[in-house]
């Protein structure tokens, strides 16, 4: 009996010699993986921080880059705009300088304006004074050697009205394309202003055969003779315009007196003064209208 026993005392060490361990060396290799597996993430990681960390500063300097480009422009910009400020600067003193030459030339220019036309009304005052005791003949042919001082006392006496050659101040035919018109100045306002009146009292009481060259004498075809004041240039002008206004806007009367223009529009109205081409626009305007 008592061997057994020390057969199974013995067979303790066997079994701790013979005992299976590969569960142990399992756990071990296990360990030394997860070691190596850690190793290699960390590495991982590191390299990707790394790359992370070389791409954001390659963004970094780029981002520094176009922020030193921004910061150039920005200066360049502020140059710019401070030349532009300066020119505008520049601009606006030179256009308030030639503002004022301006506003002093319109004042100027409308100084002369008025001078101007004080000048040219004394000098049509002086004309008209000039021409006040001229009379116009016109439509009487040149008949060569004519002695015109008789032409004009014939025609006085045709009219009616005594003449002495004294009354003829100058009287001279124009060198006109067709040469029939003669200018008698005489002595007097009166003396040119009787011719004209009788000529006119002649035509009313003969509508039908009007003043014309039989009267006078001519031999030929029988012309009508017109006889009016000798009016300065801005005067006949405006008695032209006056004369288109009679005929195309309803003016009945349209006549000359001392130089001066006159229209009526009917028998009953009051004669109107023409002073100006504004004015006969003016008047043509309102006849539109009415």
Avoid at 21 to 45: A, G, H, P, Y
């Amino acid at each position: 009996m008592g061997t057994p026993i020390d057969n199974k005392s013995m067979s303790n060490p066997d079994l701790s010699d013979n005992a299976d361990t590969s569960n142990v060396n399992v756990r071990k290799r296990k360990n030394r993986l997860d070691f190596d597996d850690m190793t290699s993430l960390q590495s991982d990681i590191r390299e990707m921080l790394n790359n992370f960390k070389a791409d954001r500063d390659a963004q970094n300097t780029k981002l520094y880059a176009a922020i030193d480009d921004l910061k150039a422009q920005n200066k360049e910009i502020i140059k710019t705009n401070s030349k532009i400020e300066k020119i505008l600067e520049d601009t606006t003193l030179l256009y308030n300088k030639l503002n004022d030459k301006y506003e002093k030339m319109s004042t100027e220019h409308d100084n002369a304006m008025i001078k101007i036309n004080s000048l040219e009304e004394q000098v049509e005052a002086l004309q008209r004074a000039q021409s006040a005791a001229m009379v116009e003949i016109r439509n009487i042919p040149d008949t060569g050697n004519e002695d015109l001082s008789n032409l004009i006392a014939v025609m006085h006496g045709s009219l009616g009205l005594s003449f002495s050659p004294n009354n003829l101040k100058h009287v001279r035919r124009l060198k006109t394309a067709h040469k029939k018109q003669i200018i008698a100045e005489f002595q007097t306002v009166q003396q040119g202003t009787a011719l004209l009146q009788a000529v006119k009292e002649y035509n009313k009481l003969h509508p039908d055969n009007k003043f014309n060259t039989l009267n006078l004498n001519i031999e030929g075809e029988k012309q009508l003779v017109y006889v009016s004041e000798s009016l300065t240039p801005r005067a006949r002008k405006l008695h032209y315009f006056a004369r288109d206004l009679r005929k195309n806007h309803n003016y009945k009367h349209c006549w000359t007196r001392q130089g001066n223009v006159f229209v009526k529009q009917t028998d009953t109205s009051q004669p109107i003064l023409i002073k100006s081409e504004q004015q006969i626009e003016a008047l043509k305007a309102a006849s539109v209208c009415q």
